[in-house]
T-cell receptor, first 110, second 114 residues
Framework: DAKTTQPNSMESNEEEPVHLPCNHS???????IHWYRQLPSQGPEYVIH???SNVNNRMASLAIAEDRKSSTLILHRATLRDAAVYYC???????????FGKGTTLSVSS | DAGVIQSPRHEVTEMGQEVTLRCKPI?????LFWYRQTMMRGLELLIY????????DSGMPEDRFSAKMPNASFSTLKIQPSEPRDSAVYFC????????????FGQGTRLTVV
């Protein structure tokens, strides 16, 4: 499985935008880029995913580099409730299992 | 749909006892995944099923662990005999069989083996 690299931790202030980077230099042409987050004492929850084009939903935006070797999850206005571990995961076209790395622990300060 | 439902939410058992964790996936999802999470090892995939058939069990730590999916709406993860090092949070997840869709996770079962 292609792997991803994320910073261990990031900090943000409330109401400010947050850009969470992810490198996936060995991504294959049919791998989807998925982001999940895990709030304290909860199961992982889906945030967003994309293949080639940038994606927006109510939670976040996903910016994908033209060569698809990196991507950035964008939280437009961080809130205290966004403090979580964010995982960037590649999922193949067949949708087989999500393999989690260590993710990025996001801290949000008021 | 109520989402992926796991039971029990918490389980405390004595070393050597059998433990059974249960999962009800979202209706219509073909894939079912079992994960284990610890501070030391993070989220590890244990096994996953496609249409009730185990596809990859390479993450199952040892023969003490077994998983079954007798039908599309129910799966179990059994540990027999349990050991203190099995203490962890166990998550079940389900999804459609395509990378262009999300996986849904249950709330997890926190297992403590004393």
């Amino acid at each position: 499985d292609a792997k991803t690299t994320q910073p261990n931790s990031m900090e943000s202030n409330e109401e400010e935008p947050v850009h969470l980077p992810c490198n996936h230099s060995t991504i294959s042409g049919t791998d989807y880029i998925h982001w999940y987050r895990q709030l304290p004492s909860q199961g992982p929850e889906y945030v967003i995913h994309g293949l080639t084009s940038n994606v927006n939903n109510r939670m976040a935006s996903l910016a994908i580099a033209e060569d698809r070797k990196s991507s950035t999850l964008i939280l437009h206005r961080a809130t205290l409730r966004d403090a979580a571990v964010y995982y960037c995961i590649l999922r193949n076209q067949a949708g087989t299992a999500l393999i989690f790395g260590k993710g990025t622990t996001l801290s949000v300060s008021s | 749909d109520a989402g992926v439902i796991q039971s029990p939410r918490h389980e405390v058992t004595e070393m050597g006892q059998e433990v059974t964790l249960r999962c009800k996936p979202i209706s219509g999802h073909d894939y079912l995944f079992w994960y284990r999470q610890t501070m030391m090892r993070g989220l590890e995939l244990l096994i996953y099923f496609n249409n009730n058939v185990p596809i990859d069990d390479s993450g199952m730590p040892e023969d003490r662990f077994s998983a079954k999916m007798p039908n599309a709406s129910f799966s179990t993860l059994k540990i027999q005999p349990s050991e203190p090092r099995d203490s962890a949070v166990y998550f079940c997840a389900s999804s459609f069989p395509t990378g262009n869709t999300e996986a849904f996770f249950g709330q997890g079962t926190r297992l403590t083996v004393v």
